[in-house]
């Protein structure tokens, strides 16, 4: 199984416990009462949030590269048809 695989597996898997920790209220209370969890969460929502932003800046690359090799390929062909038919 490929790592990004198993790091989402992992990641949904906490996401279900946290669900389960944080259903009801007395539950969240007792979590808010441990410092050290909640430290603990705050770190892991700053590298998901850097991951997530990351990704987007990594996506909009990718998008402005297709636009441009778009625009190159629509050019090169343009030239190429003008040169074809140029005795």
């Not at 946290?18 to 007792?30: D, S």
Request: with cysteine.
């Amino acid at each position: 199984m490929p790592r990004a695989c198993v790091q989402e597996d992992v990641f949904m898997s906490t996401v279900r416990v946290l669900r389960v920790l944080l259903e009801f209220p007395g539950h969240a209370l007792e979590v808010a009462r441990m410092p050290n969890i909640l430290k603990q969460w705050e770190g892991i929502a700053q590298i998901i949030l850097r991951k997530i932003d990351m990704e987007q800046k990594y996506i909009a690359r990718l998008e402005g590269g297709a636009s441009t090799f778009l625009h190159a390929h629509a050019y090169t062909n343009q030239s190429t048809n003008k040169q074809a038919l140029t005795p």
